[in-house]
């Protein structure tokens, strides 16, 4: 009898995403189990009693999933899973933090897209204020962008102080240079983006960040992205749908929630049906989500 694809969930909070639960069925997972509550110390003894139970050939039907909605927290419980594996018994891993990882990789494929089309640039040496930069998506989406080489700062309407915290945390746990601004307030928004080249709007849902009026102020910008949906739009103009769509009253162009979630979808079912196909052990981050999320792009620009 074959065996079995079984995916094992790994999650902090008190619940697994459905969502989560949703793409790993559609990948091809026949079993999918969450666990919840599993802090980093917990992660170890988890990931080795799914090694243990089976064979080598049972383990390449095998994947541990880890969500979440902290963006530095899956990063450490993914390296405590990868810690406590070895060969023979090793399984493929995915993080992605409440979409964070498969989110941030996509908007900053949309961007780099639209800067070499628009613009004939790409994201190397760009200034990008991440508004809402503190939060799971806006870190990630700055760690990724300053890893393509831009000059990147996340911004905290706690303050310059509160941001400039995060930044170096975020910084150091993954390896690049990451600024902080303020958005506390508007005077504050509009110094923070008055250099922009990109500008990635990462606030909660329902929050305009960026009004019309202080959009006017970002004389340099190129693109603005947004991954907020509800109502009002996190900047003025960007609509959900648009997709590199010229942004009124700027040279910039706008992509918004839809088209962002579109490429966000798309890379994460490929991230998981790699992980369910793999010929041997994957491990996926954000980094493989960048790639992945480029590809598709590239696909549907051939």
Known sequence: MERPYILHMFTPGRQMSPFDINMAADAGYQVIVPYCEVDADGVAGLTQDTIFSRSPKGLLRTGIFIGGRDALEAADMLEKAKGAMFKPFVVSLM????????????????????????????LDGQRVVVIGGTGPVGRIAGVIAAQA????????????????????ESGKRFGVSLGGVSSGDTAAVRASIADADVLLACAPAGVQAVSAETLTFAK????????????PEGIAGVGATDNAKPLSGTTAVGIGALAIGNVKYQTQQRLLVQMHQAEAPVVLSFTEAFATARAFIAEKAA
């Open 220 to 231: 340099r910008l190129k693109v603005a992205a947004d991954v907020n949906a509800v109502p």
């Open 95 to 122: 993080a992605d933090p409440s979409g964070a990882y498969t989110t941030a990789a996509a908007m900053v494929a949309c961007v780099e897209a639209a800067l070499a089309s628009h613009h004939a640039k790409g």
């Open 149 to 168: 080489g831009a000059q990147v700062f996340l911004s905290s309407r706690g303050g310059a102080d509160a941001a400039e915290a995060v930044a170096r």
